[in-house]
Antibody, heavy 119, light 110 residues
């Protein structure tokens, strides 16, 4: 089955850290550019960041609100994407989704979403 | 305030055609591809349109996308009750070097 399974969310205090994981199966993870997207309570979608494939240099880009605090990484041997979040603040409270980037072959796979609450 | 501007709401009756606009600038829509997502209540988003006007496999041809200059549009024809959802446009922005979403449009089927 083609899927992304997320883990690692929860409640954290302001200034704290949390790492989200996103395990891929059913498709060639190493070929996929991967994004993290979040959605605050009652709000719209907000792009968090992207990581390209190792073949494309593994380059990362981040949204301004998280740059310098969040780090996206991938382990192709484990078929897993990570989002390390440091110095969290209340505005980071959201459901976080991992997703494939549709730029490559219109691949559209989303994780189930994981809630991060900063309070 | 989102970089891409969408109307917060839209509505139509079953069978009608509705269009949702997405306005940007030369650094995003004007020079990069536009994608559209549908998000049903309580669900993860689903890709409706990629590369401005291409439908992924499985998306009905009732959905179509277009782009002109710094604006894009999603059209839904033959509106159905199951089309009630939030719709988002997104494009890469060369100035912020990141993807930017529209604020989303909530579509009601009356």
């Amino acid at each position: 089955e083609v899927q992304l399974v997320q883990s690692g969310g929860g409640l954290v205090k302001p200034g704290g850290s949390l790492t989200l994981s996103c395990a891929a199966s059913g498709f060639t993870f190493s070929y996929a550019w991967m994004n993290w997207v979040r959605q605050g309570p009652g709000k719209g979608l907000e792009w968090v960041g992207r990581i390209k494939t190792e073949a494309d240099g593994g380059k990362t880009n981040y949204a301004a609100p998280v740059k310098g605090r969040f780090t996206i990484s991938r382990d192709d041997s484990m078929k897993t994407l990570y989002l390390q979040m440091n110095n969290l603040n209340t505005e980071d409270t959201a459901v976080y989704y991992c997703t494939t980037d549709p730029f490559i072959g219109a691949l559209d796979i989303w994780g189930q979403g994981t809630l991060v609450s900063v309070s | 305030q989102s970089v891409l501007t969408q109307p917060p709401s839209a509505s139509g009756t079953p069978g009608q055609r509705v269009a949702i606009s997405c306005s940007g600038s030369t650094s995003n829509i004007g020079s990069n591809l536009v994608y559209w997502y549908q998000q049903l209540p309580g669900r993860a988003p689903k890709l409706l349109i990629h590369r401005n006007n291409q439908r992924p496999s499985g998306v009905p041809d009732r959905f179509s996308g277009s782009k002109s200059g710094t604006s894009a549009s999603l059209a839904i024809s033959g509106l159905r009750s199951e089309d009630e959802a939030d719709y988002y446009c997104v494009a890469w922005d060369d100035i912020v070097t990141g993807a930017v979403f529209g604020g989303g449009t909530r579509l009601a089927v009356l």
